[in-house]
């Protein structure tokens, strides 16, 4: 059972806008920044979004992020194929006095 | 650019001992925590703990703490994951990774290319 819930699937069409969700506490979300990472198989995770709502160099536009009070939500929009793979979303926890990730979302293009 | 090259897949039996490794280059070593994640068969990412090598304070998982021993060696920019009997549970993949900035309480940035553990009798 991992700290922070997110569903473990999701899907959308090529050009859709899905949204994945990750939900908290008041130790965790609640109080510090949320990461969101992407995964495809057989690779290591990669940064997509940090502090809430920023983007590295190099991720699209068409992935965001934001926060509201214990939950957080990554958007994606003009959803592509390449865009299928796992998403995690992960932040400190203060009660723990360690990181914490959600149990990840495999997104399906259909 | 910031590098982290793991050490190869490893084999092992258990109750074997096992040392795998994650080299940093393109930074400053001593100014980031850096840490291991799990990730076993079809599972998703676990936080296993982290170290600040300036001055190796280390803070672990409650689910890793007594499992494994983080360390880091600052002459040659190298952080460690030991274990000193392994179990078949112990099978995974463990990525290294950089914390995104230089205090321990933000998640990973940086990301080594994870190294394969297979423990078997």
């Known amino acids: 059972q991992s700290v922070l819930t997110q569903p473990p699937s999701a899907s959308g069409t090529p050009g859709q806008r899905v949204t994945i969700s990750c939900s908290g506490s008041?130790?965790?979300?609640?109080?510090?920044?949320v990461y969101w990472y992407q995964q495809f198989p057989g690779t290591a995770p990669k940064l997509l979004i940090y502090?809430?709502?920023q983007r590295p160099s190099g991720v699209p536009d068409r992935f965001s992020g934001s926060k509201s009070g214990t939950s957080a939500s990554l958007a994606i929009s003009g959803l592509r194929s390449e865009d299928e793979a796992d998403y995690y979303c992960a932040a400190w926890d203060d009660s723990l006095s360690g990181a914490v990730f959600g149990g990840g979302t495999q997104l399906t293009v259909l | 650019e910031v590098q982290l090259v793991q050490s190869g897949a490893e084999v092992k039996k258990p109750g074997e001992s096992l040392n795998i490794s994650c080299k940093a280059s393109?930074?400053?070593?001593?100014?980031?925590?850096i840490g291991w994640v799990r990730q076993m068969p079809g599972k998703g990412l676990e936080w296993m703990g982290i170290i600040y090598p300036s001055d190796s304070d280390t803070r672990y998982s409650p689910s890793f703490q007594g499992q494994v021993t983080i360390s880091a060696d600052k002459s040659i920019s190298t952080a460690y994951l030991q274990w000193s009997s392994l179990k078949a549970s112990d099978t995974a993949m463990y990525y290294c990774a950089r914390n995104a900035y230089s205090g321990s309480n933000h998640p990973f940035q940086h990301w080594g290319q994870g190294t394969l553990v297979t423990v078997s009798s």
């Open positions: 008041s130790s965790n979300i609640g109080s510090n920044y």
């Open positions: 393109g930074y400053s070593f001593t100014s980031y925590w």
């Open positions: 502090r809430n709502n």
